[in-house]
């Protein structure tokens, strides 16, 4: 009788501390004055470029290619987006059949690799810009966002800044 009072004591406190855990997590975030993570930290491509002290021959090589980038992201966006409604279509319609789903996750893939082709395409000229060590920098800078992929309610490129931290949904507000 005694183990079983000390194994439910030892539950009752494992719980009781992972409650309070819990809650000091919660209450750190959510008190007046605390900070918050941004969406667009100091990884962002701007923050990362500005800590490079490009010259202004050099950055403005940058914000050309930068500037061509955004222009396509958006219709890139949008293509993967289309491909990935037809293809919940033809899952719609499928009925176990695969034939129009293998052209849809294809279709899909072709827009997806476009997007990945843009990005590649947007780091190698900014690259191209950069002498070897700041190469280095940037490069170690983008790497895990690169590796991680994209964050889903992240801010959008064209809305990434070096400016006070804001969060996307502050970002995304009118």
């Known amino acids: ?4 009072l000390v194994w439910k004591a030892l539950l009752a406190l494992s719980l009781g501390a992972n409650v309070a ?5 919660v209450l750190r975030e959510t008190a007046p004055g605390a900070v918050e993570t941004p969406a667009a930290s100091g990884s962002s491509v701007p923050c990362l470029l500005a800590s490079l002290g490009l010259d202004s021959s050099r950055q403005a090589r940058v914000d050309a290619v930068r500037a061509e980038f955004l222009a396509a992201h958006d219709a890139r966006h949008e293509e993967v987006k289309a491909a990935r409604e037809r293809l919940f279509s033809a899952i719609e319609r499928s009925a176990g059949e695969r034939t129009e789903v293998d052209a849809g996750l294809s279709e899909l893939t072709e827009a997806q690799m476009a997007m990945r082709r843009g990005l590649v395409d ?12 700041e190469r280095t920098r940037f490069l170690e800078g983008i790497r895990a966002r690169f590796v991680e992929g994209p964050r889903h309610g992240g801010l959008h490129p064209a809305e990434e800044s070096c400016g006070p931290a804001t969060t996307a949904t502050e970002a995304k507000a009118p």
Do not use: C, N, Q
């Open 122 to 133: 947007y780091i190698l000229g900014i690259l191209a810009v950069l002498e070897p060590g």
């Open 21 to 25: 855990l819990g809650t000091v997590l």
């Open 1 to 4: 009788m005694t183990r079983g």
